[in-house]
Protein backbone atom coordinates (compact mmCIF):
# COMPACT_ATOMS: atom_id res chain seq x y z
CA UNK A 1 0.00 0.00 0.00
CA UNK A 2 1.19 3.68 -0.98
CA UNK A 3 1.57 5.71 1.89
CA UNK A 4 3.44 8.00 3.96
CA UNK A 5 4.39 7.01 7.76
CA UNK A 6 5.13 9.74 10.74
CA UNK A 7 6.50 8.80 14.07
CA UNK A 8 5.31 9.30 16.82
CA UNK A 9 1.77 10.26 16.21
CA UNK A 10 2.07 11.82 19.49
CA UNK A 11 4.89 13.43 21.74
CA UNK A 12 5.08 15.62 24.41
CA UNK A 13 8.30 16.73 25.54
CA UNK A 14 9.87 19.68 27.45
CA UNK A 15 11.64 23.05 26.08
CA UNK A 16 14.87 22.28 24.89
CA UNK A 17 14.99 18.54 24.47
CA UNK A 18 16.21 18.01 21.10
CA UNK A 19 13.54 15.29 19.54
CA UNK A 20 13.07 14.09 15.79
CA UNK A 21 10.47 13.25 13.88
CA UNK A 22 10.92 10.76 11.59
CA UNK A 23 8.88 10.61 7.99
CA UNK A 24 8.74 7.90 5.60
CA UNK A 25 7.38 7.06 2.10
CA UNK A 26 7.39 3.66 0.02
CA UNK A 27 6.68 5.50 -3.49
CA UNK A 28 9.73 6.49 -4.61
CA UNK A 29 9.19 9.79 -4.57
CA UNK A 30 11.46 12.78 -5.20
CA UNK A 31 9.42 15.85 -3.47
CA UNK A 32 8.78 15.48 0.17
CA UNK A 33 7.70 18.67 2.32
CA UNK A 34 7.21 19.06 6.04
CA UNK A 35 3.99 21.34 7.13
CA UNK A 36 2.98 22.43 10.57
CA UNK A 37 -1.05 23.00 11.12
CA UNK A 38 -2.25 25.56 13.44
CA UNK A 39 -5.91 26.42 14.27
CA UNK A 40 -6.66 29.85 12.24
CA UNK A 41 -3.31 29.53 10.20
CA UNK A 42 -4.41 26.59 7.90
CA UNK A 43 -0.99 24.49 6.75
CA UNK A 44 2.13 26.37 6.30
CA UNK A 45 5.09 25.02 4.87
CA UNK A 46 8.33 24.38 7.07
CA UNK A 47 11.03 22.71 4.61
CA UNK A 48 10.75 20.76 1.27
CA UNK A 49 13.01 18.56 -0.36
CA UNK A 50 13.59 18.24 -4.09
CA UNK A 51 15.66 15.05 -4.06
CA UNK A 52 18.11 12.96 -1.69
CA UNK A 53 21.12 16.03 -0.50
CA UNK A 54 19.11 19.08 -1.68
CA UNK A 55 16.51 20.41 0.44
CA UNK A 56 15.30 24.19 0.91
CA UNK A 57 13.41 26.22 3.53
CA UNK A 58 9.23 27.12 3.11
CA UNK A 59 7.59 29.71 5.03
CA UNK A 60 8.37 29.09 8.37
CA UNK A 61 11.69 27.39 9.14
CA UNK A 62 13.09 29.04 11.84
CA UNK A 63 13.71 26.37 14.99
CA UNK A 64 13.85 23.48 12.42
CA UNK A 65 16.18 21.03 10.28
CA UNK A 66 15.68 18.67 7.82
CA UNK A 67 17.87 16.26 6.15
CA UNK A 68 17.67 14.19 2.68
CA UNK A 69 19.92 11.61 2.97
CA UNK A 70 17.76 8.67 1.86
CA UNK A 71 14.78 9.17 -1.05
CA UNK A 72 12.04 7.89 1.25
CA UNK A 73 13.32 9.40 4.76
CA UNK A 74 13.13 13.21 5.46
CA UNK A 75 13.11 13.22 9.13
CA UNK A 76 12.03 17.03 11.17
CA UNK A 77 14.52 17.85 13.74
CA UNK A 78 14.03 20.39 16.62
CA UNK A 79 17.21 20.38 18.13
CA UNK A 80 16.21 22.87 21.20
CA UNK A 81 11.97 22.72 21.04
CA UNK A 82 10.22 25.85 22.22
CA UNK A 83 6.20 26.52 23.38
CA UNK A 84 5.40 28.07 20.10
CA UNK A 85 6.72 25.25 18.20
CA UNK A 86 3.35 23.00 19.17
CA UNK A 87 1.24 22.08 16.81
CA UNK A 88 0.14 19.54 14.23
CA UNK A 89 2.95 18.27 12.02
CA UNK A 90 2.50 16.86 8.41
CA UNK A 91 4.46 15.20 6.05
CA UNK A 92 4.00 15.22 2.25
CA UNK A 93 5.18 13.56 -0.36
CA UNK A 94 5.13 13.91 -4.42
CA UNK A 95 6.54 12.75 -7.78
CA UNK A 96 8.23 14.89 -9.77
CA UNK A 97 6.06 18.12 -11.29
CA UNK A 98 2.82 18.58 -10.50
CA UNK A 99 0.90 15.54 -8.56
CA UNK A 100 -0.69 15.08 -6.20
CA UNK A 101 0.97 15.49 -2.69
CA UNK A 102 0.56 12.48 -0.43
CA UNK A 103 0.28 13.67 3.12
CA UNK A 104 1.30 11.10 6.25
CA UNK A 105 -1.07 10.94 9.41
CA UNK A 106 0.16 13.65 11.24
CA UNK A 107 2.09 14.33 14.49
CA UNK A 108 0.58 15.99 17.02
CA UNK A 109 3.63 17.31 19.12
CA UNK A 110 3.13 19.68 22.64
CA UNK A 111 5.76 21.16 24.19
CA UNK A 112 5.90 22.43 27.84
CA UNK B 1 3.55 36.75 -3.42
CA UNK B 2 1.00 34.01 -3.48
CA UNK B 3 -2.00 33.86 -1.04
CA UNK B 4 -5.46 31.87 -0.48
CA UNK B 5 -8.55 32.99 1.32
CA UNK B 6 -11.00 30.97 2.60
CA UNK B 7 -13.31 33.21 3.47
CA UNK B 8 -16.14 31.22 5.83
CA UNK B 9 -14.48 29.39 9.01
CA UNK B 10 -17.18 26.97 9.60
CA UNK B 11 -19.98 26.16 7.29
CA UNK B 12 -22.91 23.92 8.30
CA UNK B 13 -25.50 22.26 5.95
CA UNK B 14 -28.28 19.88 6.44
CA UNK B 15 -28.06 16.46 4.88
CA UNK B 16 -29.07 16.62 0.90
CA UNK B 17 -28.65 20.10 0.65
CA UNK B 18 -26.49 21.46 -1.98
CA UNK B 19 -22.84 23.19 -0.49
CA UNK B 20 -20.46 25.41 -2.07
CA UNK B 21 -17.33 26.19 -0.72
CA UNK B 22 -15.23 29.69 -1.03
CA UNK B 23 -11.70 30.02 -2.40
CA UNK B 24 -9.66 33.28 -3.23
CA UNK B 25 -6.65 33.01 -4.75
CA UNK B 26 -3.76 35.63 -5.55
CA UNK B 27 -1.01 34.66 -7.81
CA UNK B 28 1.08 36.70 -10.39
CA UNK B 29 0.57 33.87 -13.23
CA UNK B 30 -1.24 31.38 -13.84
CA UNK B 31 -2.21 28.90 -10.84
CA UNK B 32 -2.25 25.42 -9.98
CA UNK B 33 -5.05 24.76 -7.77
CA UNK B 34 -6.28 22.12 -5.67
CA UNK B 35 -8.92 21.38 -2.54
CA UNK B 36 -8.00 18.79 -0.11
CA UNK B 37 -10.25 17.09 2.77
CA UNK B 38 -8.92 16.25 6.24
CA UNK B 39 -10.88 14.29 7.93
CA UNK B 40 -10.73 14.56 11.69
CA UNK B 41 -7.52 12.86 12.87
CA UNK B 42 -6.41 12.17 9.18
CA UNK B 43 -4.13 13.40 6.91
CA UNK B 44 -5.21 15.45 3.88
CA UNK B 45 -7.06 14.10 0.83
CA UNK B 46 -6.83 15.49 -2.50
CA UNK B 47 -10.47 15.84 -4.03
CA UNK B 48 -9.17 17.88 -7.44
CA UNK B 49 -7.13 19.58 -9.21
CA UNK B 50 -6.86 22.41 -12.06
CA UNK B 51 -4.04 23.92 -14.24
CA UNK B 52 -5.42 23.91 -17.38
CA UNK B 53 -8.55 23.04 -19.70
CA UNK B 54 -11.92 23.07 -18.89
CA UNK B 55 -12.71 25.31 -16.31
CA UNK B 56 -15.31 22.80 -14.70
CA UNK B 57 -13.11 19.93 -12.50
CA UNK B 58 -14.70 16.57 -11.31
CA UNK B 59 -13.14 15.40 -8.43
CA UNK B 60 -13.85 11.75 -5.89
CA UNK B 61 -16.46 11.76 -3.51
CA UNK B 62 -18.99 13.72 -5.97
CA UNK B 63 -17.58 17.07 -5.80
CA UNK B 64 -16.38 19.73 -8.14
CA UNK B 65 -15.07 23.18 -8.46
CA UNK B 66 -14.87 25.79 -10.82
CA UNK B 67 -11.79 27.89 -12.16
CA UNK B 68 -12.89 31.85 -12.48
CA UNK B 69 -9.88 33.58 -13.63
CA UNK B 70 -11.86 36.58 -13.42
CA UNK B 71 -12.84 36.79 -10.46
CA UNK B 72 -9.68 35.10 -8.94
CA UNK B 73 -11.90 32.19 -7.71
CA UNK B 74 -11.93 28.58 -7.24
CA UNK B 75 -15.41 27.61 -5.55
CA UNK B 76 -15.87 23.97 -4.57
CA UNK B 77 -19.43 22.47 -4.85
CA UNK B 78 -21.42 19.35 -4.56
CA UNK B 79 -24.97 19.16 -5.32
CA UNK B 80 -25.89 16.81 -2.12
CA UNK B 81 -24.19 16.54 0.88
CA UNK B 82 -23.74 13.27 3.04
CA UNK B 83 -23.14 13.70 6.58
CA UNK B 84 -19.66 11.51 6.09
CA UNK B 85 -18.54 15.04 4.03
CA UNK B 86 -18.33 16.48 7.48
CA UNK B 87 -14.46 17.46 7.61
CA UNK B 88 -12.03 20.40 7.17
CA UNK B 89 -11.93 21.78 3.14
CA UNK B 90 -8.33 23.50 2.39
CA UNK B 91 -7.77 25.49 -0.86
CA UNK B 92 -4.23 25.21 -1.83
CA UNK B 93 -2.29 27.47 -4.96
CA UNK B 94 0.97 26.82 -6.82
CA UNK B 95 3.06 27.77 -9.00
CA UNK B 96 2.37 26.23 -12.76
CA UNK B 97 5.98 26.27 -13.20
CA UNK B 98 7.91 24.93 -10.09
CA UNK B 99 7.02 22.11 -8.07
CA UNK B 100 4.31 20.41 -6.39
CA UNK B 101 6.10 21.29 -3.19
CA UNK B 102 5.79 24.91 -3.13
CA UNK B 103 1.92 24.73 -2.32
CA UNK B 104 0.31 27.92 -0.26
CA UNK B 105 -2.82 26.49 1.77
CA UNK B 106 -5.91 28.44 2.97
CA UNK B 107 -6.69 28.64 6.23
CA UNK B 108 -9.34 25.98 5.96
CA UNK B 109 -13.47 25.78 6.42
CA UNK B 110 -14.64 23.65 8.95
CA UNK B 111 -17.98 21.58 7.46
CA UNK B 112 -20.79 20.50 9.59
CA UNK B 113 -23.28 18.36 8.63
CA UNK B 114 -26.64 18.09 10.17
CA UNK B 115 -28.91 15.29 9.97
Known amino acids: EAQVTQNPRYLITVTGKKLTVTCSQN?????MSWYRQDPGLGLRQIYY???????DKGDVPEGYKVSRKEKRNFPLILESPSPNQTSLYFC???????????FGPGTRLTVT | AQSVTQPDIHITVSEGASLELRCNYS??????LFWYVQSPGQGLQLLLK??????LVQGIKGFEAEFKRSQSSFNLRKPSVHWSDAAEYFC?????????????FGTGTRLQVTL
Open chain 1, 49 to 55: SMNVEVT
Open chain 2, 92 to 104: AVGPLTGTASKLT
Open chain 1, 27 to 31: MNHEY
Open chain 2, 27 to 32: YGATPY
Open chain 1, 92 to 102: ASTRTGWNEQY
Open chain 2, 50 to 55: YFSGDT
